[in-house]
């Protein structure tokens, strides 16, 4: 898969930088406008070699042989916009005679929406068209220009001469937001360009962030990642935004006005709305936009609240800048709100019971089967997931600093005793001395699921372990059933679920990875911290892009080889690029946390 990126367009192409098979297509808001994009070129040309400049470009060069000498050269040149597509085709005859080459394109679209392409839903019966009416009246249409001849471009190329084609595809929608965006110079000078290794990782992380950028009109917010999750999501973008501090603020000042400004006003079971409560994603595909689905605003996440409160207390800490606590301070006092209205039978701990129209599970791991106990039992809600009350524990004492820096001792001692309450409570509902590492969650009945998992890690990070706990909790997450050389194990490999193909049951995520990383740095541990970062950093030396994967599978690492690969995984991957930048602070000592 070879992903382009630039704003609110995208493009999935195979390796031949063609759109094929699905899900290869030209994306933008929630659709894919073109499912087949195909050149036709002369016949004999062979690609050497694609080359992606920056996520916004693709260069290939494809020849054709006469004999051992080269005949002719295509240089492709395919650059994506906002809404736009610009193709360039600069033929050289290397020979020393005459040529005429003929050029054609295939292109069709179908317009279904993300959740149809994916397969989550049947798509329409309908025929492949350039435009498109949606049920809701919103008109979106491709549109070649200039448009090329039905029989397709012939060239006359004199001996050793040239010949150039050019056309645009406009992928038009009225549902674009204003605004724009920092250009990649721009970007990247806000940054460090690292050293050694680290520099190339480090570059294709920055470019990947940059890219990942959507336009709201409160500024900058990363997509959550390529083919499925170019959106706006609560969760991610809050990591992301904090990974990137203290360089990138202007994306959490984006991440954080957003997410503010959509925040839960009412109780609507259907998108699992709450007064108060962060949002999950926003889509605004055509299932979406008529309410097929509940994700055109969807809340089904327990954590996103909390790490909103923990992203602007991070934001204060690192800048000393109290205008964006000011001015956002209604939203962080109905979060907190919202925190301890979350406590759904009063033990003092954050719980999710899905609705039933999103998300079943609604914590990091979100795949239905990610909560089970150590016979196998999938976990009955509601669901206190542990890493979850870390983020809550966090979010008080993030709180607690916006009050004081107010000058509102008061207030502030308030929080920090529900802070040091939700503390005891992670110690004494989720500690497994026997384990000797935290509950992976609490079932609807309190009872532990006692399972070894790379949660804790999470608690880690969040401050919410004691350290008279921190050795042992340490050991237990580098042992054998969790660290595989590449990174925690989402599940430990002796549990009844582990498998390490599973999406979040045994594979390894480089994000929860190096929020451990950033645990042990806080924790005093850099040994050990510095030990995962260079972890992480070989498993991005591994990958033939320099990234590092949303997940690989959970095997043990083996000389000499890479991990084995997760077959549907984003690439780029917001939160995965934005670790790159969290583990190279954390090493160069910029951020303790």
């Known amino acids: 898969m070879v992903p ?3 704003d609110d367009t995208y493009l999935v192409l195979n390796e031949r930088g063609f759109a094929e098979e699905p899900p290869e297509g030209f994306y933008r808001h929630d659709t894919r406008f073109l499912s087949r994009y195909r050149l036709l070129l002369p016949e004999g040309l062979t690609l050497l070699h694609t080359h992606v400049p920056r996520p916004d470009q693709l260069v290939q ?5 006469r004999g051992a000498d080269g005949e002719v050269l295509l240089r492709r040149h395919l650059q994506v916009y906002r809404g736009k597509v610009a193709e360039h085709l600069r033929f050289q005859n290397l020979s020393q005679e005459a040529l005429s080459l003929r050029v054609g394109l295939e292109i069709s679209g179908d317009f279904l929406d993300l959740f149809e392409a994916r397969g989550w839903h049947t798509p329409p019966s ?6 498109h009416r949606a049920a809701d009246g919103i008109e979106q249409r491709a549109v070649l220009r200039p448009l090329p001849p039905p029989q397709g471009f012939t060239l006359h190329l004199p001996p050793k001469g040239e010949g150039e084609l050019a056309w645009e595809v406009l992928l038009e929608s009225p549902l674009a937001s204003p605004g724009t965006l920092p250009d990649y110079e721009t970007f990247l000078r806000a940054f460090p360009r690292g050293e050694g290794p680290w520099q190339s990782i480090l570059r294709q992380a920055l470019l990947d962030l940059r890219a990942l950028l959507l336009t709201t009109p409160e ?25 990137l501090l203290p360089w990138g603020k202007e994306v959490a000042q984006g991440v954080l006005r957003y997410l503010a400004w959509r925040q839960g006003v009412v109780v609507d079971p259907f998108r699992e709305e709450e007064p108060g409560k962060i949002l999950h994603e926003v889509r605004i595909g055509e299932l979406s936009r008529m309410g097929q689905v509940p994700f055109a605003r969807y809340y089904g996440t327990v954590d996103a609240t909390p790490l909103f409160l923990v992203l602007l207390g991070r934001y204060l800490d690192l800048t000393g800048e109290l205008a964006l606590v000011r001015e956002l301070r209604p939203n962080w006092e109905a979060a907190l709100a919202w925190l301890e209205a979350a406590d759904q039978d009063g033990d003092g701990l954050l719980e999710f019971t899905p609705s039933g129209s999103g998300l079943a599970v609604q914590s990091w791991k979100d795949s239905h089967d990610s909560m089970s106990h150590a016979d196998g ?12 009350q870390g983020y809550a524990y ?3 004492r993030a709180a607690a600093a916006f009050y004081r820096a107010l000058g509102e001792e008061a207030k502030a001692q308030a929080q920090e005793k529900r802070a040091q309450e939700l503390f005891r409570l992670i110690q004494e509902r989720f500690w497994l001395e026997e384990l000797a590492t935290y509950a992976l969650a609490l079932d609807r009945n309190k009872e532990p699921l006692r399972v070894k998992s790379s949660d804790p890690g999470h608690l880690l990070w969040s401050g919410a372990v004691p350290p008279e706990r921190v050795p042992a909790l340490v050991a237990t997450l580098f042992s054998e059933e969790l660290w ?10 002796r549990e009844r679920r582990y498998n390490p193909l599973s999406y979040h049951n045994g594979s390894v995520w480089p994000h929860d990875t190096a929020l451990f990383a950033g645990g042990l740095f806080r924790y005093g541990l850099r040994e050990e911290g510095e ?9 991005a030396l591994s990958q033939p892009d320099r990234r590092l994967p949303e997940l690989v599978g959970g095997f043990p690492r083996e000389e000499g080889l890479p991990p084995v690969p997760y077959p549907v995984a984003c690439r780029p991957q917001a939160w995965d690029a934005a670790s790159v930048v969290y583990l190279y602070a954390l090493v160069q000592g910029v951020r303790d946390w």
Do not use: Y
């Not at 030990?531 to 498993?539: G, I």
């Open 126 to 131: 309908r025929p492949p068209s350039l435009e």
């Open 4 to 6: 382009l990126k630039e």
């Open 531 to 539: 030990r995962v970062a260079q972890a992480l950093l070989d498993l």
């Open 61 to 65: 060069d494809w020849a054709r042989f």
């Open 377 to 388: 039992r999938l976990a009955e809600p509601p669901l206190a997931v542990s890493e979850v």
């Open 219 to 243: 500024g900058p917010v990363p997509a959550a990642g390529i083919p499925w999750f170019v959106a706006p999501f609560g969760r991610d973008s809050l990591l992301t935004a904090f990974m």
């Open 484 to 493: 595989s050389g590449w990174g925690l194990r989402t599940l430990g490999s």
């Open 394 to 396: 966090a979010a008080h």
